[in-house]
Nanobody, 123 residues
Framework: VQLVESGGGSEQAGGSLRLSCAVS????????MGWFRQAPGKGRERRAF???????RYTDSVKGRFTISRDNAENTLYLQMNSLKPEDTAMYYC??????????????????WGQGTQVTVSL
C-alpha cells in the first residue's frame, strides 16, 4: 500500500495550492478518503473527506475555501486550497478508510496514511 502526497509548498495569504495524493495497493474506489493536517506541537486534525460515492464533507475551518475531489480512474485524490490563511500552515496528509460509515471520523478510523506534504502560508 502506498499513498504519496505532492503539491505542497510556500504561498502567500490569499493564494492557492493544489495537493495530490497518488495511491496504490488497495481498491481505491471503494475507500473513503480524507485530508488531515498537523501543525507543530498539535495533534492530527481532520479537514476534508470524500466517501466512495463522492459525497464530500468539510470542517468549518476550510468550508468554502477547500475542495476535495477524487479521480478513481487515476487512483488520485486532490485537495484544492484557495484563499489560504497563515493558520493553514501545517503538514498535510491523505488517508484511506475502508468503511464509508466511519468516513468522517478521526484519525484512528483511517487504515492507511501518506508521508505528508508541507504547506506554509505567509502574510
Amino acid at each position: 500500500v502506498q499513498l504519496v502526497e505532492s503539491g505542497g509548498g510556500s504561498e502567500q495569504a490569499g493564494g492557492s495550492l493544489r495537493l495530490s495524493c497518488a495511491v496504490s495497493g488497495f481498491t481505491y474506489s471503494s475507500y473513503c478518503m480524507g485530508w488531515f493536517r498537523q501543525a507543530p506541537g498539535k495533534g492530527r486534525e481532520r479537514r476534508a473527506f470524500i466517501d466512495s460515492a463522492g459525497t464530500t464533507r468539510y470542517t468549518d475551518s476550510v468550508k468554502g475555501r477547500f475542495t476535495i475531489s477524487r479521480d478513481n480512474a487515476e487512483n488520485t485524490l486532490y485537495l484544492q486550497m484557495n484563499s489560504l490563511k497563515p493558520e493553514d500552515t501545517a503538514m498535510y496528509y491523505c488517508a484511506a478508510n475502508s468503511r464509508d460509515s466511519w468516513c468522517y471520523g478521526g484519525p484512528n478510523y483511517y487504515n492507511y496514511w501518506g508521508q505528508g506534504t508541507q504547506v506554509t502560508v505567509s502574510l
